[in-house]
């Protein structure tokens, strides 16, 4: 090696020697011949698992020329399923990693603000261990009795009113002063512009407020915040709020296309865990 190189040579030839080790440790668990397509894919999915930590499955989308997209590899049929609700609607964190040519990181529970007709209808959570400091409860917050018990003109206000949600909204909550690359890497999470106000076929209505939620559309930057704070703070009023105190065993289940909820603090070392299952959604938000 060059005695002058710099710390960006070093870097870029310490990221060539992972990837050729990656490749030679793949390459050897294929064993001798070239592998298929199809089988090289497969193993991959399962590299993925046993490398990436807490991974308990992975699956490849593949979008031809035409925009269709497939799932030709995977370690687990749920994959499948969950492609399958993504291509249905057009939305997903694979659909908008294929489109952007990024990587997508997205909790959970964000879903339904960034992907909404692609987000869950319903979730069930079962408690299977559970924190002995008394913490990790975990609020709920009713947007369809918050939205019922609106003021009239309050109402009246909301009608047609469109919000953008972006990833960035959320980051910038926990990471107030990201530095210019780790901004663009959020930003490269193309927003969403939704109805503040989500009329269902039945009629029935719910806010779609959340911590993705960026602007109001056609207002500036003091009124969107303004309204968005102040329909929050309404919405989390006791009165439309549970919170949730875990006993081991406990299974709630909940409508996530009307409710918030949020895990309550608890520390590092804690040994809180959650089982959680969720049920596509039919409705696209419009």
Same mark, same amino acid.
């Given at each position: 090696?060059?005695q002058?190189?710099?710390?960006?040579?070093?870097? !870029?030839?310490a990221?060539?020697d992972?990837?050729?080790?990656?490749?030679?440790?793949?390459?050897g668990?294929?064993?001798a011949?070239q592998?298929?397509t199809?089988?090289?894919?497969?193993q991959l999915c399962r590299?993925? @698992?046993?490398?990436v930590p807490?991974a308990?499955?992975?699956?490849?989308t593949? !979008?031809?020329?035409?925009g269709?997209?497939?799932?030709?590899? #995977?370690?687990d049929?749920?994959?499948?399923?969950?492609g399958?609700?993504?291509?249905?609607?057009?939305?997903?964190p694979?659909?908008e990693?294929?489109?952007?040519? /990024? &990587?997508?990181?997205v909790?959970f529970?964000?879903?339904?603000?960034?992907?909404?007709?692609?987000?869950?209808?319903?979730? &069930?959570l079962? %408690?299977?261990?559970?924190?002995?400091?008394?913490?990790?409860?975990?609020?709920?917050?009713?947007? #369809?009795?918050?939205?019922?018990?609106?003021?009239?003109?309050?109402k009246?206000?909301?009608?047609g !009113?469109?919000?953008?949600h +972006?990833?960035?909204?959320?980051?910038?909550?926990v990471y107030?002063?990201?530095?210019?690359?780790e901004?663009?890497a959020?930003?490269?999470?193309?927003?969403?512009?939704?109805?503040? @106000?989500?009329?269902?076929g +039945?009629?029935k209505?719910?806010?779609v407020?959340g +911590? /993705?939620a960026?602007? *109001? &559309?056609?207002r500036?930057?003091? $009124?969107?915040?303004?309204?968005l704070t102040?329909l929050? $703070?309404?919405?989390t009023?006791?009165?439309?709020?549970l919170?949730?105190?875990w006993r081991?065993?406990? *299974? *709630?289940?909940?409508?996530?296309?009307?409710?918030?909820?949020? %895990?309550?603090? #608890?520390?590092?070392q +804690?040994a809180r865990?959650?089982?959680?299952t969720s049920? @596509?959604?039919?409705? @696209?938000v419009?």
């Open positions: 090696m060059p002058n190189s710099s710390l960006d040579d070093l870097d !870029v030839i990221r060539v992972a990837v050729a080790a990656a490749l030679d440790e793949l390459r668990r294929f064993g011949g592998p298929t199809t089988a090289f894919l497969e590299w993925a @698992v046993d490398t807490g308990d499955m992975a699956g490849i593949l !979008v031809d020329a035409d269709t997209a497939t799932t030709p590899a #995977y370690t049929p749920r994959v499948v399923e969950i399958v609700d993504q291509y249905r609607t057009g939305q997903g694979c659909l990693a294929a489109a952007t040519h /990024t &990587v997508v990181r909790r529970d964000e879903l339904p603000d960034c992907w909404p007709a692609f987000a869950a209808k319903a979730t &069930v079962m %408690a299977r261990q559970v924190s002995d400091d008394d913490t990790g409860d975990t609020e709920f917050a009713n947007t #369809y009795a918050a939205y019922e018990e609106l003021p009239s003109d309050d009246a206000e909301l009608e !009113v469109r919000v953008v +972006s990833f960035a909204a959320s980051q910038l909550l107030p002063d990201p530095d210019p690359k901004r663009a959020w930003d490269r999470n193309p927003s969403r512009e939704h109805p503040l @106000v989500w009329t269902r +039945s009629g209505k719910s806010m407020l +911590s /993705t960026e602007r *109001v &559309v056609g500036s930057e003091d $009124e969107s915040k303004e309204l102040r929050l $703070e309404w919405s009023q006791d009165r439309f709020t919170r949730r105190k081991v065993g406990d *299974v *709630v289940i909940w409508d996530n296309t009307g409710m918030l909820h949020r %895990a309550c603090p #608890y520390g590092e +804690s865990l959650m089982l959680r049920l @596509v959604g039919e409705e @696209v419009q």
